[in-house]
């Protein structure tokens, strides 16, 4: 879950979070109050949300065959925070160390939603983080919850969703080690 991308610790640049980790780890925390996503262009956001339907074929909420989702994870400026509340170990995450952050979300270089995320440091000698986070698309949400490592590439698993995906079981794959940050969900 956590790269050397670097993140932000208040206004103190530190790289023991990433940011795109960041991408969905979140904490036994309650994330309630997110519902919705918007954009400057709407339209593209729903061109783009078809194309996202589109690409598995069958029911994400069960049917006789799977869909796969895939999008390129994009931090955004200014909505990532990493609040230390754990043992002060300076560039280190430890245990109740938190982190926040919204990403938005592209398929096919169109933007299609975004993800948001909380996790909470459970384990620092094992490295673990305990994450919460739920994508937001045009037909609806997937929420996602699991211990994932820190390291660039992690599963978590989906655990419902809302609209078009209600219902909804399967993991998510997260990968920050090339270039791109990656996300895959393979809904059954």
Not at 66 to 79: P, Q, R
Not at 139 to 164: N, R
Request: glycine share 14%; net charge negative; proline share 3%.
């Amino acid at each position: 879950m956590f790269s050397a991308q670097g993140t932000s610790r208040g206004s103190h640049a530190t790289k023991w979070m990433p940011r795109a980790a960041a991408t969905l780890i979140a904490a036994g925390l309650v994330l309630g109050g997110i519902s919705a996503c918007s954009s400057a262009n709407p339209q593209t956001d729903a061109a783009a949300a078809a194309d996202v339907a589109s690409s598995g074929g069958g029911s994400a909420t069960g049917g006789a065959s799977a869909t796969t989702l895939s999008f390129i994870a994009t931090d955004i400026d200014g909505n990532h925070v990493t609040v230390d509340l754990g043992h002060k170990n300076p560039g280190k995450p430890d245990i109740g160390d938190l982190v926040a952050f919204t990403q938005n979300l592209t398929t096919n270089g169109k933007n299609v939603g975004q993800v948001h995320v909380i996790a909470a440091v459970v384990d620092h000698k094992q490295h673990l983080s305990e994450a919460t986070g739920t994508i937001v698309l045009k037909d609806g949400s997937i929420q996602l919850a699991g211990v994932v490592s820190m390291g660039p590439q992690f599963t978590l698993t989906v655990t419902g969703g809302t609209g078009k995906y209600v219902g909804a079981t399967g993991t998510m794959s997260f990968d920050a080690s090339g270039n791109d940050q990656t996300m895959k969900v393979e809904l059954r």
